[in-house]
């Protein structure tokens, strides 16, 4: 999966959300943690992978549509699954260096 062409502001809080991830079910489920300073009203998010149609399909509990705000977040990805995404590309990266180490 490609990252989203989003605005650097976006990537940032991303970055930032990369040490709150933590792999519950690998390649299924993560936790993020929430950060006030990041707008979260949440302690933790939930991030789903599934496999739809043979594509990728990430969802956030941030985006459960009971929620004040969903609407206007779920038209975007949000910076915990973009926290995810960048998780696993250095999880990836990670695995690389020690098979050839
Ligand atoms: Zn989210």
Redesign the pocket.
């Known amino acids: 999966m490609q990252m989203p062409p989003r605005g650097s502001a976006w990537l940032r809080r991303c970055m930032i959300r990369v040490g709150d991830v933590r792999e519950v079910i690998e390649g299924e489920l993560w936790i993020?943690e929430g950060r006030r300073e990041l707008g979260d009203q949440d302690r933790r998010?939930f991030?789903f992978r599934r496999i739809v149609g043979g594509r990728e399909v990430f969802t956030?509990?941030?985006?459960d549509p009971t929620k004040r705000f969903s609407s206007r977040?779920s038209r975007l990805t949000?910076?915990?699954?973009g926290a995810v995404l960048i998780y696993r590309r250095m999880k990836e990266n990670a695995g690389l260096r020690n098979t050839s180490a």
Do not use: E
């Open positions: 993020v998010y991030v956030c509990s941030c985006q977040r949000c910076s915990h699954i």
